[in-house]
């Protein structure tokens, strides 16, 4: 089998989980290393009842609270799916497309953030994970400054699963402006 890359993302009401912020969204897809998608992904939305949305809301920042207003995100959250049922649900699905647990590098952009939420949120699911990630902000910083690559024009939509299609998109962008091979 192909070696795998784990690809996620995470919305959230702030920057740490250990400041009491909440995963609100997760996404996954599995690429190979040559950055072929092997099929959709796996998406869901963390449920919150009614109440608990509204405090979550009182503890966002404002900038954060318009963002995920503007992509629909706070209204989804009262018919998502429970934390433990999602941690199964992810694990079923990285498990079937990479059997052997911590043999995929997780990637993403500011994967660090994803990975704290995920280790916090998801404790099933992060047990999966390599060690190691490919940060694509951390290639793309790079390229920039050494190689004087032009930035990969986004779109951040901040849904999940569109920043890591996009992601996926800026690395391929990036893999031919700063890894040519010939």
Same mark, same amino acid.
């Given at each position: 089998m192909t070696r795998r890359i784990i690809w996620t993302d995470v919305e959230t009401n702030g920057l740490s989980p250990s400041k009491g912020n909440v995963l609100l969204e997760v996404a996954a897809v599995i690429t190979d290393t040559n950055l072929n998608i092997i099929d959709e992904g796996y998406n869901a939305v963390v449920?919150?009842? &009614?109440?608990?949305?509204?405090?979550?809301?009182?503890?966002?920042? #404002?900038?954060?609270?318009?963002?995920?207003?503007?992509? =629909? @995100?706070?209204?989804?959250?009262?018919? =998502?799916? #429970? @934390?433990?049922? %999602?941690?199964?649900? %992810?694990?079923?699905?990285?498990?079937?497309?990479? &059997?052997?647990?911590?043999?995929?590098?997780?990637? =993403?952009?500011?994967?660090?953030?994803?990975r704290n939420f995920l280790e916090?949120? @998801?404790?099933?699911?992060?047990?999966?994970?390599?060690?190691?990630?490919?940060?694509?902000?951390?290639?793309?910083? %790079?390229?920039?400054?050494? %190689?004087?690559?032009?930035?990969f024009k986004k779109k951040t939509t901040h849904a999940a699963m569109d920043d890591i299609l996009e992601s996926i998109e800026e690395l391929r962008y990036l893999r031919e402006r700063a890894f040519r091979t010939n």
């Open positions: 449920k919150y009842t &009614a109440s608990e949305v509204q405090d979550i809301k009182d503890n966002t920042v #404002p900038f954060v609270l318009d963002m995920h207003e503007k992509t =629909g @995100l706070w209204e989804k959250l009262p018919t =998502g799916t #429970p @934390l433990a049922v %999602l941690d199964n649900e %992810l694990l079923d699905y990285l498990s079937y497309h990479v &059997a052997e647990a911590k043999t995929a590098r997780l990637a =993403g952009n500011s994967i660090t953030l994803d916090a949120f @998801l404790p099933k699911s992060f047990q999966h994970f390599h060690y190691r990630s490919f940060d694509v902000s951390t290639v793309a910083g %790079l390229a920039e400054e050494w %190689l004087g690559v032009e930035p």
